[in-house]
């Protein structure tokens, strides 16, 4: 999205408000790319209007759009075990800009199932230590069930570390389609419960409130 764009971006809020008022509550929330460098840029964005939340994501590394399929060949010839190193590395350096309520799919990088071998919680165990430590709450995100990964994000293991580590949850669906809102909820809500999650957590004008999961 364009920085002009953003004027109708609010419009649309302001007339689904409208739409909806009484009937379903219609919350403003972006999600914002982490790029080296961008922390100012997110303080202008946040200044930009009354949210409710702001979403942090890596989808870049330096200037590789790792889950575009237009860039896959790159992985033909990368080092898994240094793109792992280095995407968790930024998105630990993401959650501690504390800039953002919620971290989007933590672990989008496995969408075209690209894994090191061995035990992952070499990599999972310190973003976990860096995400509690700054208050931010990850997302257990359904649209990973519809890639080339078939798995949400996040991993079962990393939900549990999460869980374990007090970081808080909410459950989203990433939808780039009205047919996509609130897809697979039935089973994300399996899956925190399964990691230990008891409640989920919503957020209005960037205060939250938890909810139980039911
Ligand atoms: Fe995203």
Known sequence: MEMAELPEYFRWID????QAAGRI???????CDWL????????????????DYLIGSVHYLG?????DPKWLGR???????????HYWKTYGEMAESGLFDIL???????????????????FYDPVIDRIAASGSV???????WHKPCAEAYSTPRFLELACSAGIGLVISSDSHA???????????ISLAKAAGYRETVLFEKRQRRFEPLP
Not at 15 to 18: E, G
Not at 25 to 31: D, I, K, N, T, Y
Not at 41 to 50: D, F, V
Not at 178 to 188: K, L, Q, S, V, Y
């Open 15 to 18: 007339r689904a408000r409208t």
């Open 25 to 31: 509550p219609v919350r403003a929330g972006l999600e």
């Open 36 to 51: 080296e460098g961008c922390a100012p840029w997110i303080g202008t964005l946040e200044a930009a209007y009354s949210w």
């Open 63 to 67: 200037d590789w759009s790792f889950d």
């Open 75 to 85: 992985w033909a010839d990368c080092d898994l075990e240094a793109v792992w190193t």
């Open 104 to 122: 989007g799919h933590s672990d989008l990088i496995k969408k075209f199932c690209h894994v090191p071998t061995g035990d992952l919680d070499r």
């Open 138 to 144: 990850i997302e257990l995100n359904t649209a990973g």
């Open 178 to 188: 009205p047919a996509e809102i609130g897809r697979d909820f039935a089973r994300a």
